[in-house]
T-cell receptor, first 114, second 108 residues
C-alpha cells in the first residue's frame, strides 16, 4: 500500500514565523501535491510537483512556496505565516500526470496561526 | 456556481438504512472520484470511474456521463460509515476539482 506521511498532525505557530510542512511518500510517485481544506470550500490546490526540483502553481499559491529536492519528499513553506493560513493541509501523491489515477493522501496537518 | 456540487451537505441516518449521496458537475471530465474522509483528516480513495457502475462491499458508485451526475450508495449503513464523502472530477493535466463534501452520520 502507498504510504504518504505528513510530519505533524497538529501544529501551532505565531504570525510572522516561517513554517515548514513536510510530506514523504514511499511509492516512487512522480507527482506530489499540497492542498488546503477549509469548511465550505473543499480542497484547493496550492502547488504541485511533477518531478524533482519541478513545481507548478495551483489555484491558491500566494503566501506559499514549495521545495522538492528528493523524489520522495515535498515540502510546503509558509514564508511569513498569517492568521488566514490557519487551515487543514493535505499532501497527496500519484503516478499519473493526467489525473486519471487516484491520488493517495496523507493524514493531514491541522495548522493554527496565532 | 461551483464546478462540482454535492447533495446533501449533511445527512443523518439510522443504522441499516440505504444511503444515497449525489454529485453533479458542469465540466468535461476524464474520470470521477469518490473519496472518504474520517474525523482526524485522512482521505481514502473509494472509487474512480469514467462510466457505468462499480461496487465494493456495501458501497456502489454510478455515473451518468450524459447527465453529468454520479451517485454513491451505501447499503445496510453502519456507524463506522460515518465520515465526510467527497466527490472529485478530473480532466486534463493535473486538473482535479473537489466538491465540498457530504457529512454522513449513522446513528446506532
Amino acid at each position: 500500500d502507498v504510504k504518504v506521511t505528513q510530519s505533524s498532525r497538529y501544529l501551532v505557530k505565531r504570525t510572522g514565523e516561517k513554517v515548514f510542512l513536510e510530506c514523504v511518500q514511499d511509492m516512487d510517485h512522480e507527482n506530489m501535491f499540497w492542498y488546503r481544506q477549509d469548511p465550505g470550500l473543499g480542497l484547493r490546490l496550492i502547488y504541485f510537483s511533477y518531478d524533482v526540483k519541478m513545481k507548478e502553481k495551483g489555484d491558491i499559491p500566494e503566501g506559499y512556496s514549495v521545495s522538492r529536492e528528493k523524489k520522495e519528499r515535498f515540502s510546503l513553506i509558509l514564508e511569513s505565516a498569517s492568521t488566514n493560513q490557519t487551515s487543514m493541509y493535505l499532501c497527496a501523491s500519484s503516478w499519473d500526470s493526467y489525473s486519471n489515477q487516484p491520488q493517495h493522501f496523507g493524514d493531514g496537518t491541522r495548522l493554527s496561526i496565532l | 456556481k461551483n464546478e462540482v456540487e454535492q447533495s446533501p451537505q449533511n445527512l443523518t441516518a439510522q443504522e441499516g438504512e440505504f444511503i444515497t449521496i449525489n454529485c453533479s458537475y458542469s465540466v468535461g471530465i476524464s474520470a470521477l472520484h469518490w473519496l472518504q474522509q474520517h474525523p482526524g483528516g485522512g482521505i481514502v480513495s473509494l472509487f474512480m470511474l469514467s462510466s457505468g457502475k462499480k461496487k465494493h462491499g456495501r458501497l456502489i458508485a454510478t455515473i451518468n456521463i450524459q447527465e453529468k451526475h454520479s451517485s454513491l450508495h451505501i447499503t445496510a449503513s453502519h456507524p463506522r460509515d460515518s465520515a465526510v464523502y467527497i466527490c472529485a472530477v478530473s480532466g486534463g493535466y493535473q486538473k482535479v476539482t473537489f466538491g465540498t463534501g457530504t457529512k454522513l452520520q449513522v446513528i446506532p
